[in-house]
């Protein structure tokens, strides 16, 4: 969805209120387009995961307007169902990314000897 204001409108059709209500829970799963403005940002948050992490931020549920208790982590399923049509894992976005070289730290004191990753592409420091 192009802005987080669209995913809160949908948010007051399933549970009343206004989107004030439910703009700041998705503001926050959106907040990392500010790190990266394309589909890639929402490796994240849009996740299992990150549905439990809104709900340390916000608490477990939320009272809107109309006076109706929601609990957080629905609401957060309901943004990544609308991003995504599915609630991935962290680990599946994980598995999505490219392994580079930099990404691996290797000590200058670590021993001469290395082991190689799995997919036999990278040394991982022993």
Known sequence: MAHSY????????????IPEDYQAIHSWFDG?????ADMRH?????HAEGIFMAEQVFGVTMTNSAGRTV???LIGEQHVLDDLGHIPSFA???????PARW???????APSTQSV?????????A
């Open 117 to 125: 990753s799995p997919a036999g592409a990278l040394p991982i420091a």
């Open 71 to 73: 609990p957080v982590r």
């Open 103 to 109: 990404m691996v730290r290797v000590s200058p004191h």
């Open 32 to 36: 990392s387009k500010a790190i990266l």
């Open 92 to 98: 599946d976005w994980a598995r999505a990314i490219e």
């Open 42 to 46: 929402r490796a994240l948050r849009h």
């Open 6 to 17: 669209f995913h809160a409108v949908i948010s007051v059709k399933k549970w009343g209120g």
